[in-house]
């Protein structure tokens, strides 16, 4: 008799065990679950972040552009700059490289677009009667920078996408 208890004793124990480590195995996926979303939604925060900072900089560049302040515009897109290098500094969880990869594809689009804009009207500014400006190929240089700046809004976008379908 006290043998199968002693036997009974020993698989409640035994049960209990295995009960606690199963339990522990959860626990510790729910934890990486957790802190995997944790670092998810941190780095979208500071993401969103970084873009809100961009929209104030380039804000500034357009404010300069209407004024015809060439001077204004290189200030400001050197600004934009900083934000946009700010987005590619960010520590990426490993689930969202896809992503990042997206948004600094898209940044350095609009980065080239900008430089273009800019070249562009240094180009008129510095035009004098010797050397005018060749106006024939200004519709199609504003058309290429246009297509850099789509594009690049279209790899925000796409990053954006992907970023929503994870959720």
């Not at 357009?62 to 600004?79: K, P």
Request: glycine share 6%.
């Amino acid at each position: 008799m006290k043998r199968s208890m002693l036997i009974k004793a020993v698989g409640v124990m035994c049960a209990a065990f295995v009960a606690v480590a199963a339990l522990a195995g959860c626990t510790s996926q729910e934890s990486a679950a957790t802190k995997q979303q944790s670092e998810n939604r941190q780095y979208m925060t500071q993401v969103n972040q970084t873009m809100e900072d961009l929209q104030s900089r380039l804000d500034g560049f357009t404010d300069a552009v209407s004024r015809g302040d060439l001077v204004g515009m290189r200030t400001q897109a050197d600004n934009a700059y900083k934000a946009l290098d700010e987005l590619g500094k960010l520590n990426v969880p490993d689930d969202l490289k896809d992503i990042q990869q997206e948004y600094v594809d898209g940044t350095n689009k609009l980065k080239d677009a900008l430089n273009a804009y800019i070249e562009l009207y240094t180009e008129i500014d510095s035009a004098t009667e010797a050397q005018p400006f060749d106006y024939s190929t200004y519709d199609q240089r504003i058309a290429d920078i246009k297509s850099q700046y789509d594009e690049g809004i279209g790899k925000l976008q796409s990053g954006d996408n992907k970023a929503s379908e994870k959720n």
